[in-house]
C-alpha cells in the first residue's frame, strides 16, 4: 500500500492512495503518530515540518519531499532561496503549479501558523508570507502575561470591541489576523494584478473563508495532492 502523510506542527493529515485516488482523509496529533502502525513494505510519502519525525522512519520505504522534488513537478525555484522552504509550503506550491490557467496564484495555510506561497504567470516560486495562526496568537498571548487565559477558538468574527478581557482578545486578535492577511493579499494583488487567484486551505480556512470572501476553499485534499503531484513526477 502507498499512503500520504501532511505532518504538520500541531496535526497530522494522511491517506491510503488507491488506483481511484486519495482514499478518506484521516487525522491525528502529529506527537502521537506511529509509523510501526504501517508495514514495512509500505510506501509512506510523506511532507513533514517536524524534523524529529524522521527519526521514526526507521528503515521504511518513505518519499521525503525536498526541495529537489520540485522541478520534476515543474515547479521552478530559481528566484527564491528554498533551502529552508518548509515541505507544506513546498506542496502547496507544486500544487498551484499544476493549473498554469489559474497563475498567478497563491495558497494561504491556515493551521498553527498562516503561510502564504507565490506562484507566477511561469510556474516560479515567488516568495510569501508567514505569521502566526490564530490558536499560536492566542497561547502567546497566555503564556506571555500573567492574567491573560488562553482562549479557545470560536467560528463566528466579533463584530464590535470587548466588554471584558476575553472579549477584547477575541476582538483583538480575530479582527487582527483577518486584518493582515488582507493586507498581505492587497500587496500581492499590487505586484501580481488583482486577477490573483487565491485559495485558502488548512484546519483553520473555514473561519477565514467566511471573512475573506475573495478566498476560494481549497479541497481537504489540497496538500496531499501537491504532494502526491510530486511523488508521481519524480517517480517515472
Known sequence: MEYLFNIGNTHTQFAALTGEGIDEVRYCR????????????DMLIVSTVVP????????RNIFDLGIG??????LDLSKADASTLGADRLANAIMLAQSPERLPAVSIDFGTAISME???RDRCFRGGAILPGRVLMRRALHRGTAQLPELPLVDRLPDSPGCDTAGSML????????????????????????????VATGGDAGFFVRALPELEPAPETFTLEGLLAA???FSL
Request: hydrophobic share 50%; net charge negative.
Open 171 to 198: 476582538f483583538g486578535i480575530d479582527r487582527g489576523v483577518v486584518g493582515a492577511v488582507r493586507e498581505l493579499l492587497a500587496v500581492l494583488e499590487s505586484e501580481f494584478g488583482a486577477g490573483l487567484y487565491k
Open 52 to 59: 524529529a519525525v524522521r527519526a521514526k522512519f526507521g528503515g
Open 30 to 41: 502529529t506527537d502521537e503518530l506511529d509509523f510501526t502502525d504501517f508495514s514495512a513494505d
Open 69 to 74: 522534488h520540485a522541478a520534476a513537478a515543474g
Open 118 to 120: 507565490i506562484v507566477d
Open 231 to 233: 511523488y508521481r513526477f
